[in-house]
């Protein structure tokens, strides 16, 4: 089965500073990648995705990830970080090539992106 | 355009009662989820449903049920609430082959 970890609960960064959040995965089987967005209290809002092709994925809001497969990662970067970014931050993994109605998303712990002043 | 839509958006309840979470997409989507957000836990998939009339367990299905009413609704029913429900509850939705979800704004549900 495949699995994520996310190994940072809290980042905090200073405005308009650069950022990365980390994301490591598992599988034996090629994957699909996701970063999804939660806004406070909010519901969680896709951010970007890998599905194939080129390995540096953009997204909205200014965001984008890598896939590095020799290292099983996919992090998220942002050269520069505004107030609005203050979230928290999901990675999500499923298997490539599964049968129809089984694409179930498995996600990490998430990481709270605190944006300082 | 609605997307997911949840209710209800906060519930209390005592231990023992009985309840259930409401999700109604509008996307024509196949598949629907129910997960609970608890915290330094991320998501757990609760149940699935992966076309009308079929439901599958996921990772945490003690202690709940789901009935796949139509192609746009799927609700969660707690049948004896336990304080260790406590949680967030988040439906989504995606479309057939497509990997990504659509999720609905969650449902805060307390149990005393």
């Known amino acids: 089965a495949q699995s994520v970890t996310q190994l940072d609960s809290q980042v905090p960064v200073f405005e308009e500073a650069p950022v990365e959040l980390r994301c490591n995965y598992s599988?034996?089987?090629?994957?699909?990648l996701f970063w999804y967005v939660q806004y406070p209290n909010q519901g969680l809002q896709l951010l970007l995705k890998?599905?194939?092709?080129?390995?540096l994925v953009k997204g909205i809001n200014g965001f984008e990830a890598e896939f590095n497969k020799s290292q099983t990662s996919f992090h998220l970067r942002k050269p520069s970080v505004h107030i609005s970014d203050t979230a928290e931050y999901f990675c999500?993994?499923?298997?490539?090539?599964?049968?129809?109605?089984?694409?179930?998303?498995?996600f990490g712990t998430g990481t709270r992106l605190t944006i300082i002043p | 355009n609605a997307g997911v839509t949840q209710t209800p958006k906060f519930q209390v309840l005592k231990t023992g009662q009985s309840m259930t979470l409401q999700c109604a997409q509008d996307?024509?989507?196949?598949?629907m989820y129910w997960y609970r957000q608890d915290p330094g836990m991320g998501l757990r998939l609760i149940y699935y449903?992966?076309?009308?009339?079929?439901?599958d367990k996921g990772e945490v299905p003690n202690g709940y049920n789901v009935s796949r009413l139509n192609k746009r609704e799927f609700s969660l029913r707690l049948e004896s609430a336990a304080p260790s429900q406590t949680s967030v509850y988040f439906c989504?939705?995606?479309?057939?082959?497509?990997?990504?979800?659509?999720f609905g704004s969650g449902t805060r549900l307390t149990v005393v």
């Open positions: 999500a993994v499923t298997l490539s090539g599964i049968n129809f109605g089984n694409e179930k998303l498995t």
């Open positions: 989504a939705s995606s479309e057939a082959l497509r990997m990504w979800y659509t």
């Open positions: 449903s992966a076309s009308e009339g079929t439901t």
């Open positions: 890998y599905l194939s092709g080129s390995t």
């Open positions: 599988s034996s089987v090629s994957v699909y």
């Open positions: 996307m024509n989507h196949n598949s």
